[in-house]
């Protein structure tokens, strides 16, 4: 019983980071997309 507490207990790390780091890309991906949009609004100015 005891090793499989620990089995569930590791697949909810891993998916808890999996979720986190996919966030994460997202988060870097709105950044990337609103510094391009400024950086283009700025060339055509």
Do not use: Y
């Given at each position: ?10 697949v ?5 980071k ?28």
């Amino acid at each position: 019983m005891r090793d499989e507490v620990a089995f569930m207990q590791a697949v909810k790390v891993i998916l808890t980071k999996r979720d986190i780091s996919l966030k994460k890309k997202t988060d870097e991906e709105r950044e990337a997309a609103v510094r391009q949009i400024i950086n283009q609004a700025v060339v055509s100015e």
